[in-house]
């Protein structure tokens, strides 16, 4: 089983690029979030989707964007790199409605930006 | 709004002997408590969940939790740990109503020596 698919697994990107993180699942889940891990920080929610057509902020989410494509696909976008944003992104899915469910993880993206 | 504490961000352990890794919460409503485990360079999985009853909650890989509302606690504990124990081991918690979001500790990294 596929579960939580996310690409890229690594990126390197300069100052004031842009990107968009993909991410799949195929377990046919309503929520999606996405969060960024940070050395000492642990995970922090960038912003999530309660179910399909619905995406709301997070803890940190300037400086993103989503997009919420249908059930499966749940995008974050980049429009203009910071060093700030050098992290690894994680994208979820939850089996129930809510952050009620267990949390399944996609294996993450390596992003640095110089 | 929920935060967690994770007491220790590093605890070493020789095989076979037990452990615990200490959480606290705060939180002014009723929450749902979560620990995952994170493997090198992969996405977190769950370890086990406190949602109601019990207080003493048994998960994977011989783990368990006791949630000690009176203290706002979640510690893991293992009574024998193996050198496949070490991981990165995150705290989360979310509310039991409406939550959406799960807030996440900042993690504890267990190493478990032979």
């Known amino acids: 089983n596929a579960g939580v698919t996310q690409t890229p697994k690594f990126q390197v990107l300069k100052t004031g690029q842009s990107m968009t993180l993909q991410c799949a699942q195929d377990m046919n889940h309503n929520s999606m979030y996405w969060y960024r891990q940070d050395p000492g920080m642990g995970l922090r929610l960038i912003y999530y989707s309660a179910s399909e057509g619905t995406t709301d902020k997070g803890e940190v989410p300037n400086g993103y964007n989503v997009s919420r494509l249908n059930k499966r696909e749940f995008s974050l976008r980049l429009e203009s790199a910071a060093p700030s944003q050098t992290s690894v992104y994680f994208c979820a899915s939850s089996d129930i409605q809510g952050g009620v469910g267990k949390l399944f993880f996609g294996s993450g993206t390596q992003l640095s930006v110089l | 709004a929920q935060s967690v504490t994770q007491l220790d961000s590093q605890v070493p352990v020789f095989e076979e002997a037990p452990v615990e890794l200490r959480c606290n919460y705060s939180?002014?409503?009723?929450?749902?408590l979560f620990w995952y485990v994170q493997y090198p360079n992969q996405g977190l999985q769950l370890l086990l969940k406190y949602l109601s009853g019990s207080t003493l909650v048994k998960g994977i890989n011989g783990f368990e939790a006791e949630f000690n509302k009176s203290q706002t606690s979640f510690h893991l504990r293992k009574p024998s740990v193996h050198i496949s124990d070490t991981a990165e081991y995150f705290c989360?918690?979310?509310?039991?109503?409406?939550?959406?979001?799960?807030?996440f500790g900042a993690g504890t990294r267990l190493f478990v020596k032979a």
């Open positions: 989360a918690v979310s509310r039991s109503t409406g939550g959406f979001k799960t807030i």
């Open positions: 939180s002014s409503v009723s929450v749902y």
